[in-house]
């Protein structure tokens, strides 16, 4: 079956720190790609997307590249703020109205 | 409208007691989610509606009873709860058309069973 790894956390950085957090997946046929943040007490919310290899997503800052040859899909950002501090989700869909695979999830925590 | 709204916030229920959560989305979305989600753990799929028909459960408990009146709205109906049923109980929906879309989420509904 399909399966999301990330990388462990929790990772805590300074203030405008390099950020890299690593997910890799295995899946059949041609998913599409996502990062998904939950800040405390909230729902998850869309960072960033990909649906086909090579695609780069992009949002606030982050990026990911959909690399079919690596099966990865790895979050950065250039210069992180305190504000970006939450968990970020890797996850993987196949099918519309189909069940999606999420890593297990990495905390992420900026000090000023 | 990009939102999905859920309503309670906040549940605290006895272990006899009923009780629903809603879930609710303009965007014309026809496939809609539950999940629970345990602290700094992901979301675990419970149900999935398409269309308005339950088209997926994954061996969730009989005391969790989904209900989807119409393309907007989905309910779901707490009967019963056990204290490990404590949680935050998301939903989701999902445009459809194209490769796999994104999930938009609700905020949640933060669930205490007594």
């Known amino acids: 079956g399909d399966s999301v790894t990330q990388m462990e956390g929790p990772v805590t950085l300074s203030e405008e720190a390099f950020l890299t957090i690593n997910c890799t997946y295995t899946?059949?046929?041609?998913?599409?790609l996502f990062w998904y943040v939950q800040y405390p007490g909230e729902g998850l919310q869309l960072l960033l997307k990909?649906?086909?290899?090579?695609d780069k997503g992009s949002n606030k800052g982050f990026e990911a590249t959909y690399r079919k040859e690596t099966t990865s899909f790895h979050l950065e950002k250039g210069s992180v703020q305190v504000s970006d501090s939450a968990v970020y989700f890797c996850a993987l869909t196949n099918t519309n109205a189909g069940k999606s695979t999420f890593g297990d999830g990495t905390t992420l925590t900026v000090k000023p | 409208d990009t939102e999905v709204t859920q309503t309670p916030k906040h549940l605290v229920m006895g272990m006899t007691n009923k009780k629903s959560l809603k879930c609710e989305q303009h965007m014309g979305h026809r496939a809609m989610y539950w999940y629970k989600q345990k602290a700094k753990k992901p979301p675990e799929l419970m149900f999935v509606?398409?269309?308005?028909?339950?088209?997926i459960n994954e061996s969730v408990p009989s005391r969790f009873s989904p209900e989807c009146p119409n393309s907007s709205l989905l309910n779901l109906h707490l009967h019963a709860l056990q204290p490990e049923d404590s949680a935050l109980y998301l939903c989701?929906?999902?445009?459809?058309?194209?490769?796999?879309?994104?999930?938009?989420f609700g905020p949640g509904t933060r669930l205490t069973v007594l």
């Open positions: 989701a929906s999902q445009g459809g058309g194209g490769p796999p879309n994104e999930q938009f």
């Open positions: 990909a649906t086909k290899a090579d």
């Open positions: 899946a059949t046929g041609y998913p599409s």
């Open positions: 509606y398409s269309y308005e028909k339950l088209s």
